[in-house]
């Protein structure tokens, strides 16, 4: 019998760095600190190799052909997609790839209304809305949560509320329990939000959707890259993430489902992959996680992102949780302690290495060029969080996000230069 080996639970930055040739690139005469890791990761040069490779010795269609590069090419997608389902303890066909998280939202929203309009027969009648149905989502959402809902409701009639967010950026649970109620059929939330950073109650909130009996969707983006994350222990029903955030290509996402349920949810894009039998007349779909994967795939994606995912479980997602939180605490303090500075969100909870914050008297793009010119590259606006920002009474903030090659010196060199923000524009000292 093997042992498994024993998880790491420590990293060192310094060393990883190395992996991740964008970081020695200097901005003017300063070395780069990458701040804006929550926008998009930076990827160790195992992706980069992986893409290439793939594209270099055994590109072809997969899923078609009877040749040896497409056999090669459909095993190395299928490993691919074992990989990154079982990152989050999924089985490879609850796994559906997506072109990132914002694409696999609007599926599911879609695969719902769909379902609203009869499609999928009487197993997707659990998904069909009635005019008055509840939608519930957050006060917190990226829009890539949001905006799909809002269309949802206006194509069937459903209802969209949402649950308010406390002054310290937590969730209001007891609103949640009146706003969650007997006719709310789906309740979709952040498990992080991209501007608050707080990890958010995941078991509450299914819980109370259960009760209601309606569904659950994650948008797990911002844990993905942070946390451990066990999507089947967490009992969502459906659930995204983005390849880009956790070190992976750009374009390639995944949307885990319950098994239950991806079986019960009609398509939402249809053509070619996703069918057993066409006729003139009509069309026998596959079961998932194909019949959510209508047209040539994002093969060469999946493969990066499957070496993304192997570098995280490599350096140990534990070990990761633990160095962000460092990172975290490190920065959270260091704001704190400058005056003029207000953080979205300042409630003590589980949170990612993740900071919005308002500078007072200086507008958000003035602190993002003040830093920029020192080689540190944060975001600034409203980061797709319109609504959330406008809770806090702003249109934008200044969003520092680290990943696991953050260094504390480049949080040091950071909270420095935010020290200095004020007294340059002479707002204050
Ligand atoms: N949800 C959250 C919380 C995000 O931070 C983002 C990206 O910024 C998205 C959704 C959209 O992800 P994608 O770029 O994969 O469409």
């Not at 590069?69 to 490879?92: I, M, Q, S």
Request: proline share 6%; aromatic share 6%; charged share 20%.
């Amino acid at each position: 019998m093997t042992t498994a080996p024993p998880r790491p639970t420590t990293l060192d930055p310094e060393a990883l760095r190395g992996d991740f040739a964008i970081l020695e690139t200097r901005i003017g005469d300063s070395p780069l600190v990458y701040l804006d890791s929550a926008a998009t990761s930076q990827k160790p040069r195992a992706v980069i190799d992986a893409e290439v490779s793939f594209l270099t010795s055994a590109n072809s269609a997969v899923h078609r052909g009877a040749h040896t590069l497409a056999a090669e090419a459909t095993e190395l997608f299928e490993d691919a997609r074992a990989a990154v389902a079982g990152f989050v303890h999924a089985a490879p066909e609850q796994l559906v790839w997506t072109s990132g998280a914002t694409a696999g939202i609007n599926l599911i929203a879609y695969a719902i209304g769909n379902a609203t309009l009869g499609r999928g027969g009487e197993p997707a009648r659990r998904f069909a809305l009635a005019p008055g149905d509840g939608l519930v989502v957050t006060e917190a959402e990226h829009h890539a949560n949001l905006i799909p809902w809002q269309e949802l409701a206006a194509r069937t009639g459903a209802v969209l509320r949402h649950i308010p967010v406390r002054d310290d950026g937590t969730i209001d649970l007891e609103a949640a329990a009146s706003v969650i109620g007997a006719r709310t059929r789906v309740v979709a939330f952040p498990h992080v939000s991209n501007v608050l950073g707080i990890v958010n109650p995941v078991a509450e909130l299914v819980a109370l959707a259960r009760a209601a009996g309606a569904i659950t969707v994650l948008d797990a983006c911002q844990s993905a890259p942070h946390l451990p994350l066990d999507l089947p222990a967490l009992d969502v029903d459906l659930a995204v993430f983005s390849g880009h955030k956790m070190l992976g290509p750009n374009a390639i996402g995944g949307l885990y489902g319950r098994a239950d349920v991806l079986e019960a949810l009609p398509p939402f894009l249809t053509g070619g992959s996703m069918i057993t039998t066409v006729t003139l007349d009509g069309a026998e779909y596959l079961p998932p996680p194909q019949r959510f994967e209508a047209g040539t795939q994002p093969v060469s994606q999946a493969i990066g992102l499957a070496a993304a995912v192997r570098y995280l479980d490599a350096v140990g997602m534990d070990a990761v949780h633990a160095h962000e939180t460092a990172l975290e605490r490190r920065l959270r303090d260091g704001l704190r302690s400058i005056p003029g500075i207000r953080l979205l969100g300042d409630a003590d909870a589980e949170r990612v290495a993740l900071a919005a914050f308002d500078v007072d008297g200086v507008h958000a793009h003035d602190v993002g060029q003040f830093l920029d010119a020192r080689g540190i590259a944060v975001r600034v606006g409203h980061h797709c969080a319109q609504p959330l920002h406008r809770r806090f009474g702003l249109t934008a903030s200044v969003r520092a996000s680290a990943a696991l090659y953050t260094t504390d010196a480049e949080i040091d060199e950071f909270l420095d230069a935010v020290s200095g923000v004020r007294g340059y524009f002479g707002v204050g000292r």
